[in-house]
Each structure stands twice: as structure tokens, then as C-alpha cells.
């Protein structure tokens, strides 16, 4: 099951910085914070992993609290295209429980 | 592109009968997962095959059976089809079966009648 709260819908003004939270308080030691999204019926797509520390690639930073029990997904200049369903994930060995995840519209 | 592909793209399968799904992951990725997504769900955990043997599995009953090959290619096979078994078959192939980004094919869209 997900071990995972996220809200259902989220809007962005495009350009602007997208923050999409998710809640995982249950999350174990061992335990990695994923995020994903799906555009349409296509694949998910890898956005960024962590552990504990916080990570920032090419596409998004993943912040996540000290005590790991909730993380922030951030887009730093939203476009047309990051309009996707974003999925936050707990899990380990690439064995992924995902919940219903953030609709996210960026608006012209 | 992921290089994670899947065949075939649409299959529409009668109940009762069985259906074989398969997934080429991408290059030198020894760690291939299934999932199940229906419409206007998050996918669904089946299953993981890791060098060839079944390293995890989700909440879904035996007829639901999987294989991974030597060059580690993989197959989803569902016997006893169900309409409710109707849905996008997703898998997802990683370079080490540890924490790692996983890369998902665009999936088998699946229709019991």
C-alpha cells in the first residue's frame, strides 16, 4: 500500500516555481523518497531520488525535512510541459507503492 | 525515450483466457517490475525479477506469473483473464536491483471483453 499523502490537484502560472509536497510519515530507515510523473497514459518518468540529504538535478530539488517525514518537489521555472500527474514515492529496491499522486496544471 | 520497451502497445483478450505481456529493458539492467495501472489510479506493484528470479511481489494472486531470461528480457503472463484484469501493464527496468532510478516502458494497454 502507499505510504504516501499527497494533494489531489495543484496549479502553477508557468515560469513560476512549482512546490508540490507529499507527507510520509511512516517512512522507514532504510527507506528512499522517489518522485515520478505521468503525462496522459504514457510511462512514468524519473524526476529525483533521495535518502535524507536534499538533491537537485537538471530537471527538479527535492527537499526533504530533517526528521523525513515529509518532502517538497520543487520546479524551479514551470512550463506547459511539467503539466503532469507527480508522484511521491517511499520504497526501496526499486519496489515502488505509489498513491494517487498531484495533479499539476501550469497555466499559461 | 527509456529504451524500456514493451509489446505489444493494445491487446483485447476475452475473459477466461490468458495473456503474455513482454518487456526488453534497457540496456545492461539486470532489474525488471510490472505494474498495473487502471484508469485514473496510480500504478499497481505485481512483481520484481532480479537476475532472473522473482525478488518481491505485490498484493496480486498466482495468476499473475512472470520470467525473466538470461539477457534479461521479461514476460508478464496473467492466466484466468478477469475484466477487471483491464488496464495499462507497465514495466520498469534498473540498472541494480538497489536504489536506484528505474525506467518505465509506455506500457500494454490491456481490454477484457
Known amino acids: 500500500d502507499a505510504k504516501t499523502t499527497q494533494p489531489p490537484s495543484m496549479d502553477c502560472a508557468e515560469g513560476r516555481a512549482a512546490n508540490l509536497p507529499c507527507n510520509h510519515s511512516t517512512i522507514s530507515g532504510n527507506e528512499y523518497v522517489y518522485w515520478y510523473r505521468q503525462i496522459h497514459s504514457q510511462g512514468p518518468q524519473y524526476i529525483i531520488h533521495g535518502l535524507k540529504n536534499n538533491e537537485t538535478n537538471e530537471m527538479a530539488s527535492l527537499i526533504i525535512t530533517e526528521d523525513r517525514k515529509s518532502s517538497t518537489l520543487i520546479l524551479p521555472h514551470a512550463t506547459l510541459r511539467d503539466t503532469a500527474v507527480y508522484y511521491c514515492i517511499v520504497g526501496v529496491r526499486n519496489q515502488f507503492y505509489f498513491g494517487t499522486g498531484t495533479s499539476l496544471t501550469v497555466i499559461p | 525515450e527509456t529504451g524500456v520497451t514493451q509489446s505489444p502497445t493494445h491487446l483485447i483478450k476475452t475473459r477466461g483466457q490468458q495473456v503474455t505481456l513482454r518487456c526488453s529493458s534497457q540496456s545492461g539492467h539486470n532489474t525488471v517490475s510490472w505494474y498495473q495501472q487502471a484508469l485514473g489510479q496510480g500504478p499497481q506493484f505485481i512483481f520484481q525479477y532480479y537476475r532472473e528470479e522473482e525478488n518481491g511481489r505485490g498484493n496480486f494472486p498466482p495468476r499473475f506469473s512472470g520470467l525473466q531470461f538470461p539477457n534479461y528480457s521479461s514476460e508478464l503472463n496473467v492466466n484466468a483473464l478477469e475484466l477487471d484484469d483491464s488496464a495499462l501493464y507497465l514495466c520498469?527496468?534498473?540498472?541494480?536491483?538497489?536504489?536506484?532510478?528505474?525506467?518505465f516502458g509506455q506500457g500494454t494497454r490491456l481490454t477484457v471483453v
Open positions: 520498469a527496468s534498473s540498472l541494480v536491483v538497489e536504489n536506484t532510478e528505474a525506467f
